[in-house]
């Protein structure tokens, strides 16, 4: 299983972007996919995950209200629809793949190379 990130870029703040998070060749069904993100001199955090069957999501603190998550499993495809971006959102994001949805990065075995998210004027 190899993810790939996708959708990452520069946006000013207030702005929104979309990040894709699929697994060429193979069905994304049964893992739970969480979305991390890691900023130069910071600790990884988990921002967001969603079960497999997409019943279940949580949320970061700091993203609740402004971010939301979702999957389409007939495309294999999980999505972060990040809304009203700070300065502070600017990090690399990794989706990741577990058999549990949870914001901890420790039950996550499989990592993307991440996309990098920059808010700034």
């Known amino acids: 299983l190899q993810l790939v990130e996708s959708g990452g870029g520069l946006v000013q703040p207030g702005g929104s972007l979309r990040l894709s998070c699929t697994a060429p060749g193979f069905t994304l069904d049964y893992f739970a996919i969480g979305w991390f993100r890691q900023a130069p001199g910071k600790e990884r955090e988990g921002v967001s995950c969603i079960s497999n069957s997409g019943a279940t999501t949580s949320y970061a603190d700091s993203v609740k209200g402004r971010f939301t998550i979702a999957r389409d499993n007939a495309k294999s495809t999980v999505y972060l629809q990040m809304n009203s971006l700070k300065p502070e959102d600017t990090a690399r994001y990794y989706c990741?793949?577990?058999?549990?949805?949870?914001?901890?990065?420790?039950?996550?075995?499989?990592w993307g190379q991440g996309t990098q998210v920059t808010v700034s004027d």
């Open positions: 990741a793949a577990s058999s549990i949805a949870t914001l901890r990065s420790v039950p996550y075995d499989t």
